[in-house]
């Protein structure tokens, strides 16, 4: 169990999160959906242990990450995998490297395993023989695919993915969909996945969690959600422009703005 404990984060005068709490079940997949700007990648951030929080703890059992030795962090980091949004593969590197890396960082495998372990996850993706293409000759479904090999290369027991399907042909989103799904039950993988896609989220998760504001406002199965009468929750699912979540997220007046009132200045004059 990954848990957060009165977890927040603020940038500033910005509250992205806040204090929150969080239970991830062990080898399930958890959503973590909601409009831009609800915090979604700062939760994420903060359960991977990529940024610190303002306040809280992050429990991975007993271990708290906050404030874990570093030595330890690496370790624990060793058993996670990570998709980015723009994939974010080494465009200096082919593909083969690119899936390749975490091995070369953190193993002392001769070359003759790892080669045959990018086969594998390259074969599981669906991209054996793609091993000499830089990332610049790739599609964004193609790229997202050996991003998430590379994500796989480890055998991670948990993995964060950063909005897998966005940018993607709806068949791409199938796929990636699909791949998150099969490979976190074969391998009973723990998946926190941050989406915007409400059929992706709602199509793969055990578990949902709703943010809205930095607050969660709603989670569980996919089917209570989805059953949700809270109207911010329907009309995120829906897509609705009109509702409790506003256009706008400008606090100051509009015309108090437009006029230069002192206060509200944006300008240097
Ligand atoms: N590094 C940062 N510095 C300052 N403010 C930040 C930073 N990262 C996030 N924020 C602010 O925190 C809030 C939550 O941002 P976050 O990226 O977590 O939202 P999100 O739900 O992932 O949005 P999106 O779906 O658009 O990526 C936003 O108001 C954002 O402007």
């Excluded at 977890?7 to 973590?32: F, M, N, Q, W």
């Excluded at 080494?90 to 593909?95: A, G, Q, T």
């Excluded at 099969?182 to 926190?192: L, V």
Aim: some cysteine.
């Amino acid at each position: 169990m990954i848990r957060g404990e009165k977890l927040s984060k603020r940038y500033g005068d910005v509250t992205a999160l806040s204090p929150t709490d969080i239970e991830i079940s062990t080898g399930k997949i958890t959503a973590i959906m909601g409009g831009s700007g609800s915090g979604k990648t700062t939760l994420l951030r903060l359960l991977a242990g990529l940024e610190a929080p303002t306040t809280g703890h992050i429990w991975y059992g007993d271990e708290d990450l906050c404030g874990m030795p570093v030595k330890r962090l690496y370790e624990l980091r060793e058993s996670m995998g990570m998709l980015f949004q723009y994939s974010a593969l080494l465009n200096s590197l082919n593909v083969y490297d690119n899936v390749a890396f975490p091995l070369h960082e953190h193993t002392e495998l001769d070359e003759s395993v790892i080669g045959t372990m990018v086969s594998m996850k390259l074969e599981q993706v669906g991209l054996r023989g793609f091993e000499d293409l830089m990332p610049s000759e790739l599609s964004g479904g193609m790229a997202k695919r050996v991003a998430f090999a590379r994500a796989m290369a480890m055998d991670p027991r948990v993995v964060f993915f950063d909005e897998p399907t966005s940018g993607l042909d709806p068949i791409s989103a199938g796929v990636i969909s699909n791949l998150i799904s099969e490979t976190s039950r074969k391998n009973r993988m723990t998946s926190i996945v941050v989406t915007h896609d409400v059929d992706a989220g709602l199509g793969i998760a055990d578990h949902v969690i709703l943010l809205w504001q930095g607050c969660i406002i709603a989670e569980g199965a996919p089917e209570s959600i989805r059953n949700s009468d809270d109207e911010r929750v329907q009309q995120f699912l829906n897509g609705r422009p009109d509702g409790p979540i506003p256009f706008s997220r400008s606090t100051t007046s509009y015309i108090d703005d437009l006029t230069h009132k002192p206060g509200t200045v944006r300008f240097a004059s």
